[in-house]
């Protein structure tokens, strides 16, 4: 049973629904409660009828809801019921103003606000204030309508309906700040992923182009002194692909980005990106070409080390070009990777497994 109630809160998606169960179960629990404290104060036949009544129809909203999914409607019309027919029966039926009875209306304006917004709502809250007000003044002009409880009783009502109430508006309360904090984080952690996923690539989990664009532009581009790109090709990836398949040159692909993504790191503040096809690029801070040169040789050495396991046979080398992003009269980054790249076609359909500079 327990399972059950699990899997079945775990499918309600939205606020809206949690928020409609915390209700009807808090309305029911009320409901019952009220009843046996009906039963107990001796106050008539009518109200344990009305107040069984209010027990059936939340049972029988939260039947039709489970089974339709027509939340909202019957959000509606449990309010609607509950503020214009049985609240003011309960009224006339429990004691009137000397009971209790006056918190429960405020109790269903309190669940009416927490429905879904539209018109329906706001007219139902007019006429539910309306019953209201037409309650109070035919149970003051007419005490006569009202049964009345005996004073040792007005107490007792007045406390176990404060308990009783207000234990509901808690765990209501309760619920409510319990679901916002967690919508919160839930929003934060999707916002976060979403921007994750606007800044890198899918497979290897790299800067993608555009954030590269935009690094380039907002940052390299304001002081380009000190800063180098290196753009790197995996040779030979289309035979691998043609002889193993797809999904073995995308492992070739991300076990290549996962070096190059060691080596920004380990440069602090740079920028490493998959630029494309079989392409990276690595934007370095550096105090000169040699050192540059220097890590991009070591990037080229490492990678004639990778192996994999199913193909052992298998081997990679990378070409790559190094340039100053200060020099050759770049006007803007556009150009600086369109030479680069154009580059690096030339010199590697000359000479593969090699890094040079321009």
Not at 255 to 261: A, E, F, H, S
Request: hydrophobic letters at 45%; charged letters at 15%; glycine letters at 8%.
């Amino acid at each position: 049973m327990i399972k059950r109630l699990k899997k079945f809160w775990s499918e309600q998606d939205s606020l809206e629904k949690m928020l409609f169960w915390v209700i009807m179960v808090l309305c029911i629990v009320v409901g019952f409660l009220s009843t046996v404290l009906s039963a107990y104060e001796r106050v008539g036949l009518a109200s344990v009828v009305v107040g069984t009544s209010c027990c059936i129809l939340f049972i029988v909203l939260s039947a039709f809801a489970y089974k339709t999914r027509l939340y909202a409607p019957c959000h509606l019309v449990m309010c609607g019921v509950l503020c214009m027919f049985l609240q003011p029966m309960l009224f006339f039926s429990c004691g009137g103003f000397s009971s209790a009875m006056p918190l429960y209306f405020v109790a269903g304006i309190l669940l009416l606000s927490l429905g879904p917004s539209g018109l329906a709502k706001n007219i139902l809250f007019v006429l539910s204030l309306i019953v209201f007000l037409l309650t109070f003044y035919v149970a003051n002009a007419y005490p006569q309508t009202v049964t009345q409880i005996s004073p040792d009783m007005e107490v007792i009502d007045m406390a176990v309906s404060l308990v009783v109430l207000g234990s509901g508006v808690f765990a209501l309360g309760s619920y409510l700040l319990g679901a916002y904090e967690k919508e919160l984080v839930e929003n934060k952690n999707l916002v976060g992923k979403l921007d994750f996923l606007a800044k890198h690539d899918s497979l290897t989990g790299l800067c993608n182009r555009r954030y590269l664009l935009d690094y380039l532009g907002n940052i390299v581009w304001l002081e380009r002194n000190g800063y180098y790109i290196a753009m790197y090709r995996v040779n030979n990836i289309e035979q691998i692909r043609e002889t193993h398949g797809p999904f073995f040159c995308d492992s070739v692909i991300c076990d290549v980005g996962r070096l190059i993504g060691q080596m920004g790191l380990v440069g602090g503040g740079e920028c490493v990106a998959y630029f494309g096809n079989h392409d990276f690029v690595h934007v370095m801070q550096a105090d000169s070409e040699i050192e540059v040169l220097s890590r991009a040789e070591k990037f080229r050495d490492e990678v004639t080390h990778l192996s994999w396991a199913e193909h052992p046979e298998v081997g990679v080398t990378v070409s790559g070009i190094v340039t100053a992003c200060s020099g050759h009269g770049f006007s803007n980054t556009t150009q600086l990777l369109q030479a680069v790249y154009g580059q690096l076609s030339h010199f590697n359909a000359i000479d593969k497994n090699t890094i040079r500079k321009i």
